[in-house]
């Protein structure tokens, strides 16, 4: 009775006789117009995953009909086989269209290049072919300076005037220190050198210095028989110069002849222009001594492959190295200290050789000269 007093002050109404405390709980009962109407929906599902289905299994013909009523040949290809070849054709097509134009492309540019080496060859085959004819020019000019260097010996003997200064052919072809007279023709040296620009002007340049040289030599030759026309006398020879008697040159300084011998092949143009000469030739018997023409270190002794054969290089010092070719033996060794006048080797016909022969060669600061100059 309290308790439903209470029940009544807070507002709660107190339960019915027969009604407990607990309370059931019922799930809502669904509405029967929201279910799904099976039968409805199923065909319609049915009917858009055939689409799809046959969205995804397109298929392309391609009939063959033949002109003579043959039978009809279908080709099926499926949507996806026929774009990937399509793509596939295209992608052949785009590089079969680029190799052909890189291939063009080459092509001319092999051409253009073959043509621009083309003219260049052809032009430089002109200037070698213009070069050997200076060349040539420049050979026949020196030997008409040697010819008017004879003639001129020849006037001086037969007039009993005294022999020119520089007696004998400026590029020492002729000369002799053992009166061998032409007996020993033997030649050589490094195998043959194409005339160079610089050979050929160095050429010309001597060729102009005996051109004064000889106009100089005839000045005092006419001044001469002028002056034995006058007194009616005939001057006594004088000596030719080259002797050691006497000299103040240094030791160090190549000086006289390498060997007994002629001067069998001058320095320069030879051989009717057609090879550079880079030192003389002097000819004598095999076995002939070859000295050493100033004191120096030996710095080679032995084979060159060059075609100078056995041979021997002396470092003079300030520049200054002389080099003996074709020897038979070399009889010194490198590095070893040798005088003038020593024995270094003996005459012999080795390398590019034509007969027993020494190829001297003087040369100053890398460059050969002519060594006529120095015997």
């Not at 709980?25 to 046959?54: F, L």
């Not at 003389?280 to 070859?290: C, F, H, K, L, S």
Request: charged share 20%.
């Amino acid at each position: 009775m309290a308790k439903k007093e209470e029940q009544e002050q807070n507002g709660t109404p107190a339960p019915k006789a027969g009604v407990t405390d607990k309370t059931m709980v019922m799930a809502p009962v669904a509405d029967p117009s929201d279910a799904p109407d099976s039968k409805g929906d199923a065909p319609a599902a049915k009917e858009e995953k055939t689409k799809k289905k046959k969205k995804k299994q397109t298929i392309y013909t391609i009939k063959l009909i033949p002109d003579d009523n043959g039978d009809t040949k279908s080709i099926r290809l499926p949507a996806r086989v026929l774009k990937f070849g399509l793509a596939s054709v295209a992608a052949g097509a785009l590089l079969f269209v680029g190799a052909f134009s890189y291939s063009v492309y080459s092509t001319f540019a092999n051409q253009n290049g073959a043509a621009e080496i083309r003219e260049l060859r052809e032009v430089n085959n002109i200037q070698q072919e213009q070069l050997l004819q200076l060349s040539k020019k420049a050979n026949a000019l020196q030997d008409e300076i040697d010819q008017l260097t004879q003639l001129e010996s020849d006037l001086r003997r037969m007039s009993g005037a005294g022999p020119a200064q520089d007696d004998g052919a400026s590029d020492g072809s002729g000369l002799t220190n053992d009166g061998t007279n032409g007996k020993h023709d033997g030649q050589g040296g490094p195998y043959v050198q194409q005339p160079s620009l610089d050979n050929v002007s160095e050429a010309l340049d001597n060729v102009e210095k005996d051109i004064e040289k000889r106009r100089a030599s005839l000045l005092e030759l006419q001044e001469q028989l002028k002056a034995q026309q006058e007194s009616l006398g005939t001057p006594g020879m004088v000596s030719l110069p080259g002797s050691l008697v006497g000299s103040t040159v240094s030791v160090t300084t190549p000086t006289g002849w390498p060997a007994r011998g002629e001067v069998s092949s001058p320095y320069g143009l030879r051989w009717n222009g057609s090879d550079f000469h880079p030192g003389i030739d002097i000819a004598n018997d095999m076995g002939t001594p070859i000295v050493a023409t100033a004191d120096g270190t030996v710095t080679t002794a032995g084979w060159n492959a060059g075609g100078y054969g056995n041979m021997v290089d002396i470092d003079h010092g300030n520049g200054i190295m002389t080099r003996y070719g074709h020897a038979m033996q070399v009889v010194v060794s490198a590095g070893q200290h040798v005088r003038r006048g020593q024995i270094i080797a003996y005459m012999g016909s080795t390398g590019f050789s034509t007969g027993p022969h020494v190829h001297y060669e003087v040369r100053v600061n890398g460059q050969t000269v002519n060594p006529v100059s120095y015997l």
